[in-house]
């Protein structure tokens, strides 16, 4: 499988990629991992003639952790993810989901940047970061801003991100409580038939508060308010695991593919949702 | 058509120079380029892990990966780690646990497993078998592989021990 033939970019700063970004307009795309992006380009699916990567640009790595606030750079990877001890006691589901995402070789080179801007529905970070309300930083001609994750994405492929902009960085605040990240695929490798991402909140016997978001259930992540409130004020037992589980499904809606039909997916979503409300209750 | 990039990598200790178009995928630069026909063409879709090399120290599938982004990196492939004079301890525990049927996939299960013991010298079977879990082999069950693993874990530290 050989790609179309492309021209090929390192710029060193961001300025530097908005530069080609500007100049190419759609004929240009920036690259993190390249993993979603060179599969696609080797099915000849894209055809990207201005290709930016940017494993070269100054300060789009890193984490860094200020109390309870959470700065991931775009260029941060899985492995990355898994490997920070950090973060994986401020916020121990980002952990878990990536320990989810692909295989080994995959988590050294995916990016979060990356599995967020892509627009993906099969990806499981935009779905997380819904549930966690990270916001994402775009730094594009007119300077940056700011997108809440909840806002972000549009269709499947589409989102907020014009095509001038660089998403560099995803942040959000972390909450005490519990939170889980449960998936369902057929394979190591592979998206998820289902996934959920919970986190709620505990006052003595009681759940406070909770959000819940679900992946490759829709053509965007579906984050789910009345799933969450449905949780809210209860001892999290078995009708009101059965409430918010009824309000999640009444929000998804999963098409037939050779991950299942319709009714099957709808299941497992079911199921899923209800390990990660019963694993994050048990933490919270 | 864009230009040839003039492509610089150190592969196994080696420096190495060639001119390629940057779409060329790192696997075949390895192999048809530098004769290092040890990483091999599975799936070719990032799957199967045939194809796995040692890229700026992670485990890379070299299907997934533009020589243009290889363009200055360090690279380690089977080649690198033993030679048929001087087996690495992974490929002697490969050979005396069977940890090979066809032997297809083997490079790539070695280029891993050698990562995978760098990060983890000891661990469990489990650890083991999610490490690897980016490796497909068609013939042997996985067993004998992991088996394989683990015992070059123990001889590796057998042999750190008797050193200190």
């Given at each position: 499988m ?6 090929y ?24 991992g390249g ?7 080797k ?9 930016i ?9 890193g984490i ?12 941060t ?22 320990l ?23 990806n499981?970070m935009?779905g ?36 001038e ?6 942040s959000?605040t972390?909450?005490?409580?519990g ?5 369902q ?11 959920a ?11 406070a ?14 984050w789910?308010?009345?799933a969450?409130a ?6 999290v ?7 918010a589980?009824d309000?999640?499904?009444a929000?998804i ?13 709808r ?13 994050a209750?048990?933490r919270a | ?7 610089k ?11 390629a ?10 192999r048809?380029?530098?004769?290092l ?10 799957h ?6 040692i890229v ?12 243009g982004?290889?363009n ?30 066809c032997?297809?996939?083997?490079p790539?299960?070695i ?9 983890n ?23 004998n ?19 200190e």
């Amino acid at each position: 499988m050989i790609p179309a033939p492309f021209d090929y970019y390192r710029p060193t700063d961001i300025a530097g990629v908005i530069a080609l970004l500007e100049e190419h307009g759609d004929d240009a795309r920036v690259m993190a991992g390249g993993h979603s992006l060179i599969p696609m380009m080797k099915l000849r699916m894209a055809e990207i003639p201005h290709l930016i990567d940017l494993q070269d640009v100054a300060g789009l790595g890193g984490i860094t952790i200020d109390g309870s606030e959470i700065r991931i750079g775009a260029m941060t990877t899985q492995a990355d993810l898994i490997d920070h001890e950090g973060l994986a006691a401020a916020a121990p589901i980002l952990r878990e989901a990536a320990l989810q995402i692909a295989d080994p070789q995959v988590r050294y080179m995916g990016t979060v940047g990356g599995n967020v801007a892509n627009g993906d529905p099969g990806n499981d970070m935009p779905g997380l970061m819904q549930c966690l309300d990270a916001q994402f930083t775009l730094v594009g001609p007119d300077g940056e801003r700011t997108v809440a994750a909840r806002d972000f994405y549009e269709a499947a492929y589409m989102t907020a991100r014009t095509d001038e902009e660089v998403l560099t960085c995803v942040s959000f605040t972390a909450q005490p409580g519990g939170a889980a990240y449960e998936k369902q695929k057929r394979k190591i490798g592979d998206y998820a038939t289902a996934a959920a991402a919970v986190q709620l909140t505990r006052e003595g016997s009681t759940c406070a508060a909770a959000s819940i978001a679900m992946t490759n259930l829709s053509d965007v992540p579906v984050w789910s308010p009345a799933a969450g409130a449905a949780l809210a004020d209860t001892p999290v037992d078995d009708s009101a695991i059965k409430a918010a589980v009824d309000a999640a499904l009444a929000d998804i809606d999963p098409t037939e593919d050779n991950r299942g039909p319709v009714k099957f997916k709808r299941h497992v979503a079911g199921v899923i949702l209800t390990r990660a409300i019963k694993s994050a209750w048990a933490r919270a | 058509m864009p230009d040839k990039m003039h492509i610089k990598v150190t592969v196994n200790g080696q420096d190495e120079e060639f001119l390629a178009e940057p779409r060329e995928l790192l696997i075949y630069a390895l192999r048809e380029r530098l004769n290092l026909t040890g990483p091999h063409v599975g799936c070719e879709t990032s799957h199967c892990g045939a194809c796995t090399v040692i890229v700026n120290g992670k485990s890379v599938k070299s299907c997934t990966m533009f020589v243009g982004q290889a363009n200055g990196a360090e690279i380690t492939t089977i080649e690198g780690l033993g030679s048929p004079d001087a087996l690495h301890v992974l490929q002697e525990t490969f050979r005396e646990h069977h940890g090979l049927q066809c032997g297809f996939c083997t490079p790539g299960m070695i280029t891993r497993a050698h990562k995978l013991l760098e990060e983890n010298p000891n661990p469990t079977e489990e650890e083991v078998r999610f490490g690897m879990a980016g490796n497909l082999c068609r013939c042997t069950g996985y067993q004998n592989i992991v088996k394989s693993i683990l015992a070059a874990a123990a001889q590796m530290n057998g042999a750190q021990e008797a050193a200190e």
